[in-house]
């Protein structure tokens, strides 16, 4: 059963507009939360995070939204750039003690960014 | 800057053979993971360590091992390759909950 899930395999946005990239889970003990991106041929890289006790975090023109009680999160990116297109991998964690951070992975959402 | 690297960026081997693939990171992190990547299905556990000679299963770890003699190499192996392995693997390290990835391996068993 899949645990986090990102129901948009993609999006396609103008540049300079909003994209928002969404992600559902079902595991109510996922305690933090992060969103990676991933261009062809590389490694993900890490974009953004949040704790479950916050409700927003923002990072320039990145900001994550969580909303616990619909077991939501979102991702916002404004304004969008050509370069921003990439697969967005959205990742949970629950901590089970020690040092025991597995990460649970969403199937990804390609962004295209069209100039 | 945290560096995780893995042996090749691309591999082609034939099945049944024995395939190994390395990963090495340099920021003391206890835990490494590898993940193997295909379309449509995201990113997905295959073996996690967090100490040396410590392992435990993912959610996919039918087919492969794994060995982590020292803290820094962690090393994924395929005992009998088989075409259904054909994917991207990808190793990961962290200390906390945030993973840095390597760029990859693309393995194509044939």
């Known amino acids: 059963d899949q645990q986090v899930k990102q129901n948009s395999p993609s999006l396609s946005v103008q540049e300079g507009r909003i994209s928002i990239l969404n992600c559902d889970y079902t595991n109510s003990m996922f305690d933090y939360f992060l969103w990676y991106k991933k261009y062809p041929a590389e490694g993900p890289t890490f974009l953004i995070s949040?704790?479950?006790?916050?409700d927003k975090n923002e990072d320039g023109r990145f900001t994550v939204f969580l909303n616990k009680s619909a077991k939501h999160l979102s991702l916002h990116i404004v304004p969008s750039q050509p370069g921003d297109s990439a697969v967005y991998f959205c990742a949970a964690s629950e901590f089970s003690g020690g040092s025991n951070y597995k990460l649970t992975f969403g199937k990804g959402t390609l962004l295209t960014v069209n100039p | 800057d945290v560096k995780v690297t893995q042996s090749s960026r691309y591999l082609v081997k034939r099945t049944g053979e024995k395939v190994f693939l390395e990963c090495v990171q340099d920021?003391?992190?206890?835990?490494m993971f590898w993940y193997r990547q295909d379309p449509g299905l995201g990113l997905r556990l295959i073996y996690f360590?967090?100490?040396?000679?410590?392992?435990e299963k993912g959610d996919i770890p039918e087919g492969y091992s794994v060995s982590r003699e020292k803290k820094e190499r962690f090393s994924l192996i395929l005992e009998s390759a088989s075409t259904n392995q054909t994917s991207m693997y990808l190793c990961?390290?962290?200390?906390?909950?945030?993973?840095?990835f390597g760029p990859g391996t693309r393995l194509t068993v044939t």
């Open positions: 949040i704790s479950s006790i916050k």
């Open positions: 360590s967090y100490d040396v000679k410590m392992k």
């Open positions: 920021m003391d992190h206890e835990n």
């Open positions: 990961a390290s962290s200390h906390g909950y945030e993973q840095y």
